[in-house]
């Protein structure tokens, strides 16, 4: 308990944020983890979406431009 | 002195309003909530497949299918389908009978009948060779602004064995339908339930689907852009197994090229295409199809031509 109260001192808000990193990092990169891949294709749906509401000004048989 | 506090005439006061007066639609089977979103996907195309379609005659018609893959079994299929007098839309005809055979005996069978006007009753039978593998039974009663179903799956009344499924769709308004599914099985020593809720929103150009229950959730959106584009997105979540699933697919369709497209992007590291271009003067339609799994470092790709 002294050592960690000279490494660790109480209310040492370097590690906490450090520590909080940290997890982020782990939790964004864990391909196994059902929680992050749930909130990831969530995220892609929403985007997909976004995507599809977006495109009705595409016209296939339009001239190219400069033609 | 007239109307000085601005109230409507009484006349006015009882009738309801003209859109309230039309009639709901039927909100149709809960097998095709998310059917415009998955007609969006490319199907998934490997080997060289040769099909001949013969239409024997109105009630009648004969396929004929050669499909050499280096993945799955080689073989040919005769499938055959019997279309009876009623019809009550271009694409509902009944009494159906389709049958697909392969060239081990294997038979997949589906008997579509209408009952009454509106009680429909549907039979599927999946043979392996000489073994029984489904045997299914549906009855739909499709009212008004309601559909309800009730399916049989593979009931055996010796082995007490048994899978129900109940489905309820109703439509609120003219653009909004709820209901929902439940699964029932059971057999020795084993038995549960499922319930899962669903609804469906269709606007003019777009429809979004969602169902959502303990086993997981399923959510479609599928957009009409334009003539000539389609859209879909799919989410699919699975508790059980664990897995969330995540698709964006396209459809081009250029009538002046007699061309169509579709392709798809999903979260597994999928990227796959199928082009589809008719012949004109032929009744001929070539079809070529590639799929590639990045993350799995696989590739496979199809080539088929229809006849007829």
């Not at chain 1, 939790?27 to 294709?41: H, K, S, W």
């Not at chain 2, 150009?205 to 799919?234: F, K, P």
Request: glycine share 10%; with cysteine.
């Amino acid at each position: 308990p002294l050592f960690d109260a000279y490494c660790n001192p109480p209310g040492s808000h370097t590690d906490n944020v450090g520590d909080w990193l940290r997890d982020g990092y782990r939790f964004a990169t864990d391909r196994n983890d059902f929680r992050r891949n749930l909130i990831l294709n969530l995220g892609l749906f929403a985007a997909g979406v976004w995507l599809a509401r977006n495109l009705s000004d595409i016209d296939l048989m339009a001239p190219q431009p400069g033609v | 002195m007239g109307n000085t506090l601005g109230l409507a005439p009484m006349g006015t006061l009882l009738r309801r309003s003209p859109r309230r007066e039309e009639p709901l639609p039927n909100p149709g089977s809960f097998d095709e909530l998310h059917r415009l979103c998955k007609d969006v996907f490319p199907a998934q195309m490997e080997g060289v497949k040769l099909v001949v379609n013969k239409v024997l005659s109105s009630h009648f018609q004969v396929a004929h299918t050669v499909h050499m893959s280096a993945l799955g079994l080689p073989g040919y299929h005769l499938h055959a389908a019997y279309a009876g007098d009623w019809q009550l839309s271009p694409t509902e005809v009944f009494p159906t009978v389709v049958g697909d055979m392969d060239s081990s005996g294997s038979l997949n069978a589906q008997v579509l009948l209408l009952l009454a006007e509106r009680l429909r009753a549907k039979a599927v039978f999946q043979t392996q060779q000489a073994k029984f593998l489904t045997w299914q039974f549906d009855g739909e009663y499709r009212g008004d602004d309601y559909t309800a179903t009730l399916t049989l799956g593979n009931p055996d009344l010796i082995g007490e064995s048994v899978i129900m499924v109940a489905h309820f769709l109703q439509s609120l308004t003219q653009r909004l339908v709820l209901g929902g599914e439940l699964v029932y099985h059971r057999r020795p020593g084993e038995e549960g339930a499922i319930l899962t809720l669903a609804g469906k929103y269709s606007a003019v150009h777009w429809v979004a689907t969602l169902n959502v229950g303990s086993g997981g959730a399923h959510a479609s959106y599928y957009h009409r852009a334009n003539e000539q584009v389609q859209v879909g997105v799919e989410f699919e979540a699975n508790t059980r197994l664990q897995d969330t699933t995540f698709s964006f697919g396209y459809h081009l369709t250029l009538p002046q090229a007699n061309m169509v497209f579709r392709g798809l992007v999903d979260s597994n590291w999928c990227v796959g295409a199928v082009l589809e271009k008719k012949m004109p003067p032929l009744p001929v339609t070539l079809a070529l199809g590639a799929f590639l799994n990045h993350w799995r470092n696989r590739f496979h790709c199809g080539f088929s031509i229809t006849v007829g």
